[in-house]
């Protein structure tokens, strides 16, 4: 059984940084394509960053310079620094796996970036 399990999530100040990690379980994490995602409440859910097995980076605009996302794939983990934090970050962030047009998602993690 496939499992995605984020973490480090929480508040922090504008201008501040987080690490947020996704643990995979269940599948041969070197072949997904992992990504996060966030929901902002009243917003549809939206891409913050990709990362293939090779390592191939994607990021939102949005994002670009402030974000980072890496991987693990000796531990089967993701990744996303967070850095330049902003209120408008503020959402619930979704780790992401995806393979040959199968898709997983894990519970989420809750950023809030205060102002």
């Known amino acids: 059984q496939v499992q995605l399990v984020e973490s480090g999530g929480g508040l922090v100040q504008a201008g501040g940084s987080l690490r947020l990690s996704c643990a995979a379980s269940?599948?041969?994490?070197?072949?997904?394509?992992m990504g996060w995602y966030r929901q902002a409440p009243g917003r549809q859910r939206e891409l913050v960053a990709t990362?293939?097995?090779?390592?191939?980076?994607t990021y939102a605009d949005s994002v670009k310079g402030r974000f980072t996302i890496s991987r693990d794939n000796a531990k089967n983990t993701v990744y996303l620094q967070m850095n330049s934090l902003k209120p408008e970050d503020t959402a619930v962030y979704y780790c992401?796996?995806?393979?040959?047009?199968?898709?997983?998602w894990g519970q989420g993690t809750q950023v809030t970036v205060s102002s």
């Open positions: 992401n796996a995806a393979l040959l047009g199968l898709t997983r």
């Open positions: 269940g599948m041969v994490f070197s072949l997904n394509t």
């Open positions: 990362i293939t097995g090779g390592g191939m980076t």
